[in-house]
Every structure is written in C-alpha cells, then in structure tokens.
C-alpha cells in the first residue's frame, strides 16, 4: 500500500514535496535529549535529511561506531588528509577532531555545511551539486569516505561520483563506501530481486536522487565489475558498516 501510494505521487509529480514534508513531520517529532560530550547536536531538522531521525542518542552513538568502522578498515595512522564526501551535518565527521592531519567535508546541503562550518572548526567544508566536481584538487586525499551516499544515487550519478572522487585521491589512497547489499533483498519485490541477483544495481525513486526516497541496491557482481572499474577492490565486508547498520562496507584502492 505505501508504494503504490509513493508511485501514485510520483505520477501526480508530488513525490519530492510529498518527501520533504514528511522529513519536516518527522523532524516535530518528541524526542529525548542525549548527553552530549563535544561539539553540539545539529537542529533536529538537519538530522532528519541526513539520518531519517531526530534521534539524538542514535545520530550519536551511529556516528561514532561509523568511525570506529573506518579505523577498523584504514590505518590511520599513515593518512595525512581526509574528506567525508556526503558529511551532512556532521555525524562522522565531528569524530575526527583529535586526527592530526587535515580533516574535509564536501555535501549538497548548504544548510548542513553552513551547520559545519559553524561548529565543527576543525575541518574545512564545501558546498557541492548533486553532481560532480568537488572543491578539491586533484590528489589530495588519502582516505575518502562516503557513508550512505551512493545507496542514494542514480547508476549515472554514481560512476559520475566515483571518478570524481577517485580524481580527488592520492595514489595508493583508499575510497570507503557503504551500499545496501545482500541483506537488503526482503525490501525488493520479485522483479527487483531477480535483477539484483544477476548482478544488476537496482535504483528505486530514482527521480529525487540524493534523497532517502532514492535507494540503491548493490549487488557484489555490480561492485566488482562495475563500481570498482579504475581501482583496486580491496574488501566487502558484508554489513559491517556498523554506523548504518545492516549497509555492507566496501574499500577500495586507487592504483600507485
């Protein structure tokens, strides 16, 4: 009943207003405040478009296990620079103020970077468009990250993104992503599924790309064969993106 009612939206050309209004509801809803220890919360309406939730212990606490997902994965400590690619307001990001080296935010939200740029003055942000370029010159990072970004895009927006943000990274740099992988499948329906156990990406909602309405589905063929094409596939962890629970954690490698 929800999607036939989401398609009938989409139809009627409401399905992007219909969403941002949803998004607004959500953020109104009554919730329990966290005890915070260090930068504050975004307003609850920003952590909305970036998490689904007004939840403050949950932005928190997802925030902080993403980090530790990515500390897990990369060494750290041999990286001078990074840039959380899709930094909404913060949620990761606000977790690398004690990282020596240079710590960047790229997003579409000029509103959630304006948020950054205030309260997080560690980092250095930038605004960007729901497609490429970034701000950045080339080869400048080490470590790129891009947690629940391209579960949200086109195919053409994703490979778009991924030669940017290989453009982006030193050689031998690493590009960790998260993607609905295999433990997605019960959301698909039959048609879906057949496909993405082919090995096809499937993108539902794919006229408001960049949105949470928009999802992508990644199957392990697509990610080798097509999403890594220019890099090195180092690892899938199947959902071990601890911060976006159930999401697989992919890395990848730009050649020296």
């Excluded at 948020?115 to 468009?129: G, K, Q, T, V, Y």
């Excluded at 990072?141 to 195919?155: E, G, P, R, W």
Aim: charged residues 25%.
């Amino acid at each position: 009943m929800k999607r036939r009612f989401l398609r009938l939206l989409e139809r009627a050309g409401l399905i992007g207003p219909a969403f941002r209004t949803y998004e607004r509801l959500v953020s109104l809803r009554p919730g329990r405040p966290a005890a915070i220890d260090g930068p504050p919360l975004p307003p609850r309406r920003l952590m909305v478009r970036v998490a689904g939730t007004a939840d403050a212990d949950w932005f928190l606490r997802s925030g902080r296990a993403a980090y530790d997902a990515i500390a897990a994965h990369v060494p750290l400590a041999e990286i001078d620079s990074v840039l959380d690619f899709g930094c909404g307001c913060g949620r990761v990001t606000r977790y690398w103020s004690d990282f020596a080296g240079a710590v960047r935010g790229g997003d579409v939200n000029t509103k959630a970077v304006e948020w950054c740029r205030a309260n997080l003055p560690f980092a250095r942000f930038e605004i960007n468009r729901l497609e490429p370029p970034l701000a950045f010159e080339d080869e400048s990072f080490d470590l790129v990250y891009a947690l629940s970004v391209f579960t949200h895009l086109t195919a053409e927006l994703q490979l778009a993104w991924r030669d940017e943000l290989r453009r982006v990274l030193r050689p031998g740099g690493h590009l960790l992503v998260t993607t609905h992988g295999h433990s997605y499948l019960p959301r698909l329906d039959a048609g879906e599924r057949t496909r993405f156990e082919s090995g096809e990406l499937v993108v539902r909602w794919s006229d408001v790309p960049g949105t949470n309405l928009c999802s992508a589905y990644h199957p392990e063929r697509y990610l080798r064969d097509t999403f890594a094409r220019g890099f090195a596939f180092v690892e899938l962890e199947p959902e071990g993106a601890r911060g976006n629970p159930t999401q697989d954690l992919v890395l990848l490698r730009k050649p020296s």
